[in-house]
């Protein structure tokens, strides 16, 4: 599942690149947050929800389609308290103004920390955000990523999640959302 997803991913770089007027390579750093959200699936049940604050910092590729219309897969490295994570982002941007943008697309985020086999290590998300270009090289940006999957596999007991042991095992749901604000530099 994973090489396939990965596959997909350069594929559709690849094409994009091919149909490109230009393309601009740069480098992004700034404050990411992690949220993680487990959710029992009984009707009434409880949550929980934990969240954590770090960096991340990558490089991307902006490749103009039209003068509106940009594509910007990017290669990011994220950290929490000693957690890693890779983000494969391909955010199709629109700019509604000159210098201000709308962005939207799939992102894979993979965990770098073994999962135990209570969580998968990989996600698919559906990332949105905007941003605005400072200058021709420096730009800042905001981004959401709503996690698509479920990163717990199976029924597990409910205790691996902080949830009251008496409850025993049952399925959970887990999601990882992600929030990043960051200042680029495009050579």
């Known amino acids: 599942m994973k090489k396939r997803i990965a596959l997909l991913l350069i594929l559709i770089s690849s094409i994009t690149i091919a149909w490109a007027q230009s393309t601009t390579f740069g480098v992004n750093a700034g404050l990411y947050n992690v949220t993680a959200t487990a959710k029992l699936e ?19 590729a902006d490749i103009s389609l039209s003068d509106k219309v940009h594509v910007q897969p990017a290669v990011n490295y994220a950290n929490t308290s000693g957690d890693g994570w ?12 000159p210098k201000f943008y709308l962005q939207a697309g799939p992102q894979g985020t993979f965990s ?76």
């Open 42 to 60: 009984a009707q009434d049940a409880p949550r929980s929800s934990e969240s954590d604050a770090g960096f991340y910092l990558g490089i991307l």
């Open 86 to 97: 890779v983000q494969l982002p391909i955010m199709f941007k629109y700019y509604a103004a």
């Open 112 to 187: 770098l920390e073994d999962g135990g086999g209570i969580v998968n290590t990989f996600g698919l998300d559906l990332g949105f955000g905007l941003g605005f270009d400072i200058d021709k090289h420096f730009f800042i940006e905001a981004r959401y990523a709503l996690e698509l999957t479920d990163r717990t596999p199976d029924a597990i007991a409910a205790s691996s999640f902080g949830f009251d042991p008496s409850l025993g095992s049952f399925d959970i749901r887990t999601k990882l959302n992600t929030l990043q604000f960051g200042l680029g530099y495009r050579f």
